[in-house]
Structures are given as C-alpha cells and as structure tokens.
C-alpha cells in the first residue's frame, strides 16, 4: 500500500510561482512511476506531468503546461514536487498527486493505482 497527501496548494497572481508537494509513505520501493494531474472547476481530470520514481527523471509533460511547470523528486524525503512558474487563470483547479505499483499509468498516462485527496491552486488576475 501507498499513502499520497498533497499539499502547497493556495492562491497566487497571475504570473506567479507555486510549488505543490506530494508526500510518499508505504512501500514506496514499489513505485514505478508518479504523476500530477488536476481538474479544473466543470472539466475532466487532465494529465499534467509523469516521472520515473526510480530514476527521479521527467518522463512526460503537458502541451498546456510545458515550459512552465515542472516535475521532480526529492528520494530522500519521499517526496513529489510540482514546480508552476508564470501560472494563468487557466491553471486553476484542483492538483492531485498519482502514484503506480501495477504498471498501468505510462501507457494511457491515465494515472496509477494511488491517489492523493488533492490541493486547490487559484490563479487570480
């Protein structure tokens, strides 16, 4: 089992920077791979960014946010982190952290087998 909590989520102008943390606990050396997706307010759950947990590389990252966000790993306090830089109004949704033991988010990039309760990012003009 997998216990995800994000949090770092909150309001931000328009141009700003956030950082969004995922913290990783249970058998974490089951982890293949993790991700962000989000939801913004009456849409679908959106693919943001994966990486490989065990290499701590970026795998894939949105049209929509590449460039500007960034994924990576800090190994040594299981923990996930989404950097947003130069955010927009269209950023706003709720973040959540993703993680896969059974070898099912790469393929699709339709998320893992564990999943966070989210964070709320508010982009405000």
């Known amino acids: 089992q997998v216990q995800l909590k994000e949090s770092g989520g909150g309001v931000v102008q328009a141009g700003g920077s956030l950082r969004l943390s995922c913290e990783v606990s249970?058998?974490?050396?089951?982890?293949?791979?993790m991700g962000w997706f989000r939801q913004p307010p009456g849409k679908d759950h959106e693919f943001v960014a994966a990486?490989?947990?065990?290499?701590?590389?970026?795998?894939y990252t949105a049209d929509s946010v590449k460039g500007r966000f960034a994924i990576s790993r800090d190994d040594a306090k299981d923990t996930l982190y989404l950097q947003m830089d130069n955010v927009r109004p269209e950023d706003t949704a709720v973040y959540y952290c993703?993680?896969?033991?059974?070898?099912?988010?790469?393929?699709?990039?339709?998320?893992?087998?564990?999943w966070g309760q989210g964070t709320q990012v508010t982009v405000s003009v």
């Open positions: 990486l490989s947990w065990r290499r701590g590389s970026e795998l």
């Open positions: 249970g058998q974490t050396s089951d982890i293949a791979a």
């Open positions: 993703t993680a896969d033991t059974a070898g099912i988010f790469l393929p699709r990039l339709r998320g893992g087998n564990f």
